[in-house]
Each structure stands twice: as C-alpha cells, then as structure tokens.
C-alpha cells in the first residue's frame, strides 16, 4: 500500500462545514468566538489527539479521533510535516522533538521554574519525598515542576499533563480565584464527563459528589493550604500551598509535597510536614519578590 505524501501543498481556499468544526473544536464546553480560525483549531485538534494517544496515529485513527474529513486530516498531517512537527512512519503520523519548542516556550517565558525549582529540589532532598509545582489551567492543573525522591503512584505523570482540579490538592487552592463562570465551565465538564475521561493522565473513575469539591475548595480559602486524600488513586497523599505573585497577591503556582499512607496518612502529612513546606513557600515568595517572573 503507497505510504501517503509528505509535502503536497495545502490548498489556499479552505472551506469550512458542520462536521469538521465539531470535529476540530476542544473537547470541552462551549463554542468558539466568531473570529475563531478554523483551520487552526483543525491543526491543534491533530496535535492534542496525536499526544493523547502517545505520539503516533494513524490517519485513519486521526479522521476517526477528530471528526474531520480524510482529506482535512492528510492536508493538516503534511502541512504539519512541513513545518517539523510530525513527520511520517509508514502510513502512520508522528510526533516530533521540534514540537518541545511550543511547551518549552511557555515555560521559558513563565520562569517560574527556574526562579523555584531549586527551593522544590531542595525540600524534596530534606524530607525524602516528592515535591511539585503547578501551575491552573482554567478547570484543571498542570505540573511545571517535579522533583521525584520517593515513588508516590503508580501512575507518571509528565511536566504538563493536565489533571481534573476537583482530584488533586492544588486545584481546590486555585479554585478559590474562580469566576462564576469557571465555575459555570467546571460544572459543564462535569456533567459532559463525570468520569474523568478526558483527562488521559489520570484514570477514569465514578464522580464524587459536586459539594465535595465546593466544600474543599472554601476549607481550601480559610486554610490557606489544601490536601489530597488519595484522590487520584489509592495510597497517594499530598498537601498543597499557594505561592503567591507578591505584586499582584494571585496564586502563581502551587507547592505540593506528596506522599504515599505507607509512609504518612493524610492527617500526618499534613501536621508533620506542613510546616516546612510553609516556610519554603515563603522563600519562594521571597524570591520572586526579589527577581519578579
């Protein structure tokens, strides 16, 4: 069977229908704006779908994963192949190292972790555990940030996977800066996917009731500090506080020291090793005061 081509040009005039923007719009609710482009949302629809799935697809699974036309999909995987992002294996579409560039760039620009990630490495050595950082994005959390000392999950997660807020510890803390209407927003992807499947990092599992979240979140604003009792899968533990943007008094990402209960019970992370990961937030604080991101 012909391996597909890897440099036709894509056409200058673009049309657009029903079924390809279903297909290349974020699988989350909401529609986009008017001055939405098309066909890049088309391309990053590709992208998401192909890191999802690890990297490689076939375009036959692309078609099917994204909901656009064969033909959008070869157009879009050759312009992509073009640019450097993918290339082709066979029939098969393949991410790229140049892809590094676009995440690294957010990072770069964030430097949060170059100004904290020292202090986060540091504390992990003290207490022989895990430390993270990371950062909100709208109703879930991406690391940017991981010093592992002790295996804590079964599961690896990757700088900038994206976890469900109501199912870890920082995002209680971020959900305390919501608007109504990221609230509004959480509660749609909620109700369009209560178990979580749109999250790949994480695995499925039943909803736990909406006031859950609500409740943990307000404990979360009188506290000033939050915890995961094995929220993301049994044994894992964690205690999150906020490091705050000294100018603007915002959360600017969050710190979390994370355990296993053979090791510490939720309680106990929190009464034994709460204290010192206050007082390296407040050098983190201290640093960014001084060499603001």
């Known amino acids: 069977m012909p391996a597909p081509p890897t440099t036709p040009t894509p056409p200058a005039n673009t049309t657009t229908n029903a079924h390809e923007d279903a297909g290349a719009a974020p699988a989350e609710p909401g529609t986009a704006p008017a001055e939405a482009v098309t066909p890049l949302m088309r391309g990053v629809a590709v992208l998401r ?27 879009i995987a050759a312009t992509l192949a073009r640019m450097g992002y993918v290339r ?12 590094m560039e676009l995440g690294n760039a957010y990072l770069a620009a964030l430097r949060l972790p170059a100004l904290l990630a020292a202090r986060a490495d540091a504390l992990a050595d003290e207490l022989d555990e895990s430390v993270s950082l990371a950062v909100g994005d709208r109703d879930g959390i991406r690391f940017i940030h991981q ?16 976890l469900p807020a109501e199912r870890t510890a920082p995002g209680a803390l971020f959900a305390t800066e919501w608007t109504d209407e990221d609230w509004r927003h959480w509660h749609e992807r909620r109700s369009a996917d209560p178990e979580d499947r749109g999250f790949p990092a994480v695995p499925p599992r039943p909803p736990l009731p909406a006031d859950d979240f609500t409740n943990r979140t307000a404990r979360a604003g009188r506290d000033g500090w939050s915890s995961d009792d094995q929220l993301i899968e049994p044994g894992l533990v964690a205690v999150s506080v906020p490091v705050r943007d000294p100018a603007t008094g915002r959360i600017a990402c969050v710190a979390s020291v994370v355990s296993h209960t053979s090791r510490h019970t939720a309680q106990e992370l929190c009464t034994t090793l709460l204290p010192r990961l206050r007082e390296t937030v407040a050098a983190m604080e201290g640093d960014l005061r001084d060499t603001p991101p």
């Open 49 to 75: 779908q192909l890191t999802q799935a690890g990297g490689t697809l076939s375009p036959s699974a692309l078609e099917r994963a994204t909901g656009l036309a064969r033909s959008t999909v070869d157009r």
């Open 88 to 99: 082709f294996d066979g029939r098969d579409v393949v991410l790229t190292p140049r892809l």
């Open 147 to 162: 010093a592992t000392r002790r295996r804590a999950m079964s599961l690896s997660f990757r700088i900038g996977d994206l």
